[in-house]
């Protein structure tokens, strides 16, 4: 009575929900201890705790073939069959990722096609690590995102058949599915965008490289003409200067032969102009003769006199140094008279203490 199906449970591809899993593995099911002390009588409002106190997800287990919690919980989720809300809630939850697995498998197993893509697909997102235990009875390390991905591309999982599935592209060839929109696609859409910017902002980088190089081409071509132009205008100016050079030698041979031909013309009239000249030269000589020779008399007799006076002002020096060095001579010889007298009474006084010494030693004796 415990292992049978709820009465109100619907079938589900048209056959009891329990008998999606096989038969040998229902028996060992219904024969674990798990099953008897957990599961029995479990209603789906319990069902959430015992869910969230899963570590591990699988099917059969080791040598004897062991069910693991997860698959016990499957079992009866497939035989009291909850509401399909409910289910949507297991998916949904975030905080436990056991719990989203259940109920994802649960949809795999009972679902129709647009719902399982529609519940199952968003999982994608979901990398979290998860313990899988094989077979064997290892457990194995693997993500959220590749059991979901198993779910929906595989035939068998954790030893149970999975209902057929048709292909995404079918239905979406039948207008039932949208195309699937990924959280990848964002990223590479994001990747050709920022390529597309970094493309933009080259070919705008390489157009204003390539404007100024023609700016700096222009330029050069303006320098080069500019200076081609002065070039001309210099060529130009020298042309106008040599002009003017030539004009200005010409003027001055011009010149040159006008100051000869006024110079053979001129030259007889200089001739007679010096010649009147010299004759009132000699006039002029003739009557300063005289004043000359009487300033020169007065002349040397002036310098006679500053002679003979500067005869006298030496003399008179020479007699007064004469004076002060016979003068600086008697000073001196008095000083040294002054010397010998005083070494001389000198000497009488040391002679005067000998001889007094003399007695005193003679009177103590």
């Not at 287990?61 to 062991?66: A, R, T």
Request: with cysteine; glycine share 6%; hydrophobic share 25%.
């Amino acid at each position: 009575m415990a292992n049978r199906t709820d009465k109100e449970a619907a079938a589900i591809h048209g056959t009891n929900p329990q008998n999606l899993i096989e038969y040998i593995s229902r028996q060992k099911i219904y024969d674990s201890i798990y099953w008897k002390q957990e599961c029995f009588g479990l209603s789906a409002e319990r069902l959430v705790d015992k869910a969230v106190e899963i570590t591990e997800v699988g099917g059969m287990q080791g040598e004897p073939q062991k069910p693991t919690h997860f698959i016990c919980l499957i079992l009866k989720m497939l035989q009291i069959q909850p509401d399909k809300d409910i289910v949507v809630e297991f998916i949904k939850n975030d905080d436990f990722k056991y719990l989203r697995l259940l109920g994802a498998f649960y949809m795999r197993l009972v679902g129709r096609p647009l719902d399982v893509y529609q519940y199952l697909e968003p999982l994608y997102n979901d990398y979290r690590k998860v313990r899988i235990r094989n077979f064997q009875g290892r457990q194995e390390l693997g993500h959220v995102d590749e059991l979901i991905d198993a779910m929906l591309h595989k035939d068998r999982l954790f030893g149970i058949a999975l209902p057929r599935l048709p292909a995404r592209t079918t239905l979406e060839g039948a207008g039932q599915l949208e195309p699937r929109i990924s959280v990848l696609d964002e990223e590479f859409d994001e990747a050709a965008l920022e390529e597309q910017q970094e493309e933009q902002a080259a070919a705008l980088q390489q157009a204003a490289a390539a404007a100024a190089a023609a700016e700096q081409q222009e330029q050069q071509e303006q320098q080069q003409a500019q200076g081609e132009e002065g070039e001309v205008r210099e060529e130009g100016d020298g042309a106008e200067r040599r002009r003017e050079r030539e004009k200005w030698q010409l003027s001055k041979e011009e010149k040159r032969r006008r100051e000869r031909e006024l110079g053979r013309s001129g030259s007889r009239s200089r001739s007679r102009s010096r010649e009147r000249r010299g004759g009132r030269d000699e006039r002029r000589d003739e009557r300063r003769r005289p004043s000359r020779s009487r300033s020169r008399d007065g002349r040397d007799r002036r310098d006679d006199r500053d002679r003979r006076d500067g005869r006298r002002a030496r003399s008179r020096s020479g007699d007064r140094r004469r004076r002060s060095r016979s003068r600086s001579r008697d000073r001196r010889d008095t000083r040294r008279d002054d010397r010998r007298y005083r070494s001389r009474s000198r000497d009488r006084h040391d002679e005067r203490g000998r001889r007094d010494d003399r007695r005193d030693r003679c009177v103590w004796k």
